[in-house]
């Protein structure tokens, strides 16, 4: 990372989406307190967003590694400002394509193009 100023990239938000394991109870407690410290405002309650740039891409990816290390699955990703709304809306519909797509993957049952079609 460039220790100059920090450059935010317009109308950008990263993501954290992940999944922590029942045990140990201290993952939890962790990832909640660093994602605090952090600033990160919860859009859902597995998925944080902060403001995209350098300094909050590093953030995410030390948090990322940490939740990986610790047995959960994380991964980041990157959202353009499409308004409050639009923002809401393009996690939600994302939601619904990554869900159909693990139902599909998980139970080898093939899911109608229909039903993929519906979350764009």
């Given at each position: ?28 407690v962790k990832v909640w307190r660093r994602l605090q410290d952090l ?71 093939k899911t109608p193009n229909a039903a993929l079609a519906t979350t764009?």
């Amino acid at each position: 990372m460039n220790v100059g100023a920090t450059r935010t990239l317009a109308h950008s938000w990263l993501l954290l989406i992940h999944q922590l394991p029942a045990k140990p109870a201290y993952l939890r407690v962790k990832v909640w307190r660093r994602l605090q410290d952090l600033g990160a405002i919860a859009v859902k309650n597995a998925v944080h967003a902060l403001p995209m740039n350098e300094e909050t891409q590093e953030d995410f990816e030390w948090l990322l590694r940490e939740i990986q290390e610790g047995g959960g699955e994380a991964f980041l990703c990157e959202a353009r400002d499409l308004g409050v709304a639009g923002f809401f809306a393009a996690v939600a519909a994302g939601f619904c394509l990554y869900a159909a797509i693990l139902v599909h993957a998980v139970s080898g049952v093939k899911t109608p193009n229909a039903a993929l079609a519906t979350t764009s």
